[in-house]
T-cell receptor, first 115, second 109 residues
Framework: DARVTQTPRDKVTEMGQEVTMRCQPI?????VFWYRQTMMQGLELLAY????????DSGMPKDRFSAEMPDATLATLKIQPSEPRDSAVYFC?????????????FGPGTRLTVL | DAKTTQPNSMESNEEEPVHLPCNHS???????IHWYRQLPSQGPEYVIH???SNVNNRMASLAIAEDRKSSTLILHRATLRDAAVYYC??????????FGGGTRLMVKP
């Protein structure tokens, strides 16, 4: 079974530190999404890429967050500097996303705690 | 914004059918209706989708109203493993999936 993998699964860090989260999309999928989930806001889309090119990152705080796809097998989400309000579960998802029938496949998430 | 309305929570007994409702009054003609679910401590997973006709797969059935302004996800025999948050979404190609609050399904043994 092909799966989206994410590392690390859990991350505890102190305010001001840099955090990098990694995602390996399912091989062949051309679209990668980053979501953030909190109790208060639910599941929010932060950014997404198609064929490694960023298409929309309007959901992301630009001053501290950055998302990249250095190659087709790796997507990264970086927070610098991290703040306590960034504490959340961050999900990566991949898919084809060429029609409204396409589905997204989510990874297990990275639980981030910023102290 | 593609907005859906779902009850916050529902309860079911194990091995009984569960009908999870969703209202999507702003749906347009080309929007598909998708259902995802999120098990505890996991990422969301796809359940089923449809456009106009009712749909069945190994996980569930999807009943879509004739005017398409509502739909119902049907779990034919709930198990404890079906306890999750169920999200109903309608979207069209080019737009993003917007997840609402979902329905938390609790299954009692």
């Amino acid at each position: 079974d092909a799966r989206v993998t994410q590392t690390p699964r859990d991350k505890v860090t102190e305010m001001g530190q840099e955090v990098t989260m990694r995602c390996q999309p399912i091989l062949g999928h051309n679209t990668v999404f980053w979501y953030r989930q909190t109790m208060m806001q639910g599941l929010e889309l932060l950014a997404y890429f198609r064929n490694r090119a960023p298409l929309d990152d309007s959901g992301m705080p630009k001053d501290r967050f950055s998302a990249e796809m250095p190659d087709a097998t790796l997507a990264t989400l970086k927070i610098q500097p991290s703040e306590p309000r960034d504490s959340a579960v961050y999900f990566c998802a991949s898919g084809f996303f060429s029609s409204a029938q396409d589905t997204q496949y989510f990874g297990p998430g990275t639980r981030l705690t910023v102290l | 914004d593609a907005k859906t309305t779902q009850p916050n929570s529902m309860e079911s007994n194990e091995e009984e059918p569960v009908h999870l409702p969703c209202n999507h009054s702003t749906i347009s003609g080309t929007d598909y209706i998708h259902w995802y679910r999120q098990l505890p401590s996991q990422g969301p997973e796809y359940v089923i989708h449809g456009l106009t006709s009712n749909v069945n797969n190994r996980m569930a059935s999807l009943a879509i109203a004739e005017d398409r302004k509502s739909s119902t996800l049907i779990l034919h025999r709930a198990t404890l493993r079906d306890a999750a948050v169920y999200y109903c979404i309608h979207w069209r190609a080019g737009n993003m999936l917007t997840f609402g609050g979902g329905t938390r399904l609790m299954v009692k043994p």
